[in-house]
């Protein structure tokens, strides 16, 4: 069963635009969730994990995601894309089977930004 | 610098052959991780190892192996036996909580 899905694997904005990645997740019990991001034959780097502290969650590079248990949601946001931002970002999971070492990825997504 | 290193950056392997992808980290992590990652696929789980002398299979083990004879080292095997070897493989680690950090990979190619 697919338990981390993203919403579109190609996302394309202007320089100075709104980013916003969307990330749901299917899971019963209160999970961990993150985003990373890679950058050309690169490996990952977290950007902003959620651990059921604050459901805003801040992170590097001006990036920010909000947990809606409600829409079993974890969308990634940036309010002005820069040039910068341009790399492929995945949403992640763990906890769900219990085991907090069980990590399961999104398809990713690969944000292109247009100057 | 504490970190997580892989080598070699890139490595060919011929028919038949049996390939070893390094992994070591110095941040004293529990846990290690080994995944595979293909285009438009993300991350596949192949191994994973919580203590030394003990690992487990991801969703993905058949043709690979693995060893944890050291806290900071583990070593993953591609053999002959699997066949489609070609793909970015990412080595990760975590402490006992949840956050798993990531090496910067290493692109194997068939010849």
């Known amino acids: 069963a697919q338990s981390v899905t993203q919403l579109g694997s190609h996302v394309s904005v202007s320089e100075g635009a709104l980013v916003l990645l969307r990330c749901n997740y299917s899971s019963s019990v209160p999970p961990y969730l993150f985003w990373y991001v890679q950058y050309p034959n690169q490996g990952l780097q977290l950007l902003l994990k959620y651990t059921s502290a604050a459901t805003l969650v801040k992170g590097i590079n001006g990036f920010e995601a909000e947990f809606k248990k409600s829409e079993t949601s974890f969308h990634l946001t940036k309010p002005s894309a820069h040039m910068s931002d341009a790399a492929e970002y995945f949403c992640?999971?763990?906890?769900?089977?219990?085991?907090?070492?069980?990590?399961?990825f999104g398809a990713g997504t690969r944000l292109t930004v247009k100057p | 610098d504490g970190g997580i290193t892989q080598s070699p950056k890139y490595l060919f392997r011929k028919e038949g052959q049996n390939v070893t992808l390094s992994c070591e980290q110095n941040?004293?992590?529990?846990?290690m991780y080994w995944y595979r990652q293909d285009p438009g696929q993300g991350l596949r789980l192949i191994y994973y190892s919580q203590i030394v002398n003990d690992f487990q299979k991801g969703d993905i083990a058949e043709g690979y192996s693995v060893s944890r004879e050291k806290k900071e080292s583990f070593p993953l095997t591609v053999t002959s036996a699997q066949k489609n070897p070609t793909a970015f493989y990412l080595c990760?680690?975590?402490?006992?909580?949840?956050?798993?950090?990531f090496g910067p990979g290493t692109r194997l190619l068939v010849l």
């Open positions: 992640a999971v763990s906890g769900i089977s219990g085991n907090n070492n069980d990590m399961r």
């Open positions: 990760a680690s975590s402490m006992r909580t949840e956050t798993q950090y």
């Open positions: 941040l004293n992590h529990d846990a």
